[in-house]
């Protein structure tokens, strides 16, 4: 009986539930249980690059797409996604305009740039901490007065603790070539001299890649660091060719003044995160230089005032560290952690090498020429043995600077090292952990590139490069001109390439993203000279390099790089349709009209918003598509 009173109540429950979805289908759904979407943009082309092969294949191709929150909802015709508007959504009329998902740039310096811009607009209270002068000089004998007559005129009566930082001239577009790189490599003066000059005032002498600090200096990094700097380790460098400083000299500032003002660090660097957005990038990364910007980027973040995806690379066990092997053995595995706007990709190595011509190579050249070649990670190196305590303590590494050959063979070395001696290190485990490297300044050569691809590496490689190394072509030889970012090689190769962009924002007058794009288009540098021609992409391949394929390098490809329901609403309206617009050159006055990132509009250009019957927003960029440099 009781059995059969259950049978009748079940029925009855089913016919009720039937009756009940029969009701819905009649009257609206109460809205509380319905959340449409927030934004609607149709009547356009929307590239949504979901085709993450290596042919010039894009993928799908709508016509709109819907937000929820801060997801892509739906994409599809302008009827279908329409009809899924509520009485709240907000709808844009794209009127035509092309749509890609938000670039995203696999290494830039956007704080570093940001600070470096707010230290020349407030040089009173720079100069508490330190003083800057440019050294003009173009022979020897003009550099050294320079310095003495600087360091005598300016600093003789400095306060305690306030820098001279003293930059000579390096007018080379980046090449290294100029007198000052030069002067400080060929140790025109000497560390004793330069201590006579300034005993008590810490005096840093910059030529990018090369840098000379006196004793002063060394002290005053150890009394804020609690280490002397680490240097003279190995035959390519000794302590009057002081590599690798760049990281002081980008720190100092930081880790001087802002150390007392969170708050208004926090402020200078979302001016540059705002600047960023509004060329087109939505995510980036870097890596940490400067002990305070962590503090700042958290409190952004706390604040909910991250315009921008950030995914860094934890570099403090190297940084300004004579031991980052202890470091690192104690340090357990962080790549991935973080929030959807401030996360960690692992563990970054600022430099293995410098710029030229301070790299690392396996060039046969001139001994003069060879002796200013710098290796910081060659074997027996504290470098060296940090980065394979990382690999053994199943860390993801990333090399944030590796210029030439010679030292990402020292990297992939040590990957095989950790694979012969720990057996839990297997290849499936390397290739899962996708270690990479960037800049392709002179690497790879061809016989590293099945290698790479044999240990699933991702390599960043950008436009710059062409015209940074090819002034060095004439001292090692025109033939090795395919070793500059040859990413038609890589790929065919079997490895995944990103686009990076190095050079950033400068300032409100800036070039726009695409200006270094063309390069790797046409292989012509900035220079006007072609640099292996062979190696060219299609623009759709660079598309993927920009969007999809850094989502890997980044660890978010399920929530970044193409436009696909479930994945973060970030997003560009293009003025000019880069996938059509000829000749190949225009490419470079391609820049964004709105940026939008996890759904909410971050820049409107001001010649765009009167269209949508809006404001503009954010930081609006005045381009110039010039060479920052007079070659």
């Known amino acids: ?114 600070v470096q811009n707010w230290i020349e607009d407030n040089p009173e209270i720079v100069d508490r901490y330190s003083r800057l002068f440019f050294i003009g000089g173009k022979t020897d004998e003009e550099i050294t007065r320079g310095i003495e007559v600087t360091l005598k005129e300016n600093m003789g009566s400095a306060p305690e603790g306030q820098w001279a930082f003293l930059y000579l001239n390096t007018n080379d577009g980046g090449s290294g070539m100029g007198p000052g790189v030069k002067y400080v490599q060929d140790h025109k003066m000497a560390l004793s001299y330069l201590n006579s000059l ?29 280490f002397e700097p680490p240097m003279g380790e190995n035959e390519e460098m000794d302590e009057n060719q002081q590599g690798g400083l760049v990281l002081y000299g980008r720190a100092l500032v930081v880790d001087g003044y802002f150390k007392d003002h969170i708050p208004e660090l926090a402020d200078v660097v979302q001016d540059g995160l705002q600047k960023n957005a509004a060329v087109g990038i939505t995510t980036f990364t870097s890596h940490l230089m400067g002990l305070r910007f962590m503090d700042a980027y958290r ?3 706390s604040q909910g005032r991250m315009p921008i995806r950030f995914a860094y690379t934890h570099y403090f066990g190297f940084q300004n560290n004579p031991d ?14 973080g929030s959807d706007y401030f996360w960690t990709t692992g563990v970054g190595v600022g430099n293995i090498d410098d710029g030229p011509p301070m790299f690392c190579s396996s060039i046969p050249t001139r001994p003069e020429i060879k002796k200013r070649e710098y290796c910081k990670n060659a074997p027996g190196t504290s470098q060296g043995e940090g980065i394979y305590a990382a690999l053994v303590s199943r860390e993801r590494v990333s090399l944030g600077h590796a ?3 010679k030292g990402v063979d020292y990297f992939m070395d040590a990957i095989e090292k950790a694979m012969r001696e720990e057996p839990s290190i297997t290849l499936d485990y390397v290739r899962s952990r996708r270690f990479s490297s960037d ?22 490689c950008g436009g710059n490069v062409l015209d940074r190394t090819y002034p060095w072509l004439e001292l090692y030889g025109m033939q090795y001109q395919k070793w500059i970012s040859p990413i038609r090689s890589l790929l065919e190769g079997g490895v995944r390439v990103v686009f990076e962009n190095e050079a950033g924002v400068r300032g409100t007058n800036s070039t726009t993203y695409f200006y270094d794009v063309v390069p790797l288009l046409t292989r012509k540098n900035h220079r006007g000279y072609m640099v ?55 490419i470079a006055n391609t820049y964004p009209l709105m940026t939008v990132v996890g759904g909410k509009v971050v820049f409107l ?25 007079d070659y």
């Not at 092997?325 to 340090?331: E, G, M, N, P, V």
Request: aromatic residues 8%; glycine residues 6%.
């Open 532 to 586: 292996a021609p062979d190696e060219s992409v299609e623009r759709e391949i660079l598309m993927k390099m920009m969007t999809s394929w850094p989502s890997y390098y980044m660890l978010r490809e399920d929530r970044i790089g193409t436009l696909e329901p479930g994945k973060l609403a970030d997003f560009l309206v293009l003025n000019q349709d880069y996938f059509t617009v000829q000749p190949v050159e225009e």
């Open 198 to 226: 300034s005993p008590e005032v810490p005096v840093f002498i910059a030529a990018h890649p090369a840098y000379m600090i006196n004793d002063a200096a060394k002290q005053a990094i150890v009394d804020l660091y609690g």
């Open 403 to 405: 210029y030439a050959d």
């Open 299 to 301: 409190l952004l973040e």
């Open 324 to 337: 980052p092997a202890s470091f690192y053995r104690r340090l357990g595995d962080m790549a991935g952690m």
């Open 439 to 460: 800049h392709c300044g002179l690497y790879p050569r061809p016989d590293q590139i099945p290698r790479m691809a044999r240990l699933g590496m991702i390599i960043s």
């Open 605 to 629: 250009h001001e010649d765009y918003a009167p269209e949508l019957g809006k404001q503009p927003a954010g930081i609006q960029i005045t381009y110039e598509n010039k060479p920052a440099y």
């Open 1 to 114: 009986m009781k059995h059969a009173a259950r049978l009748v109540l079940a029925v009855l429950v089913v016919f009720s539930m039937a009756a009940f979805l029969r009701a819905q289908d009649s009257v609206t759904v109460p809205r509380k249980l319905v959340t449409y979407p927030s934004l609607i943009v149709y009547n356009g082309k929307i590239v949504t690059m979901d085709d993450e092969s290596t042919t010039t294949n894009l993928g799908a191709i709508v016509e709109a797409m819907a937000i929820r929150g801060d997801e892509i909802f739906e994409i599809g015709s302008n009827d279908e996604v329409l009809a899924l508007a509520g009485p709240d959504t907000e709808r844009i009329d794209l009127g035509g305009h092309t749509v890609i998902p938000g670039i995203i740039d696999s290494h830039t310096h956007i704080h570093n740039r940001e």
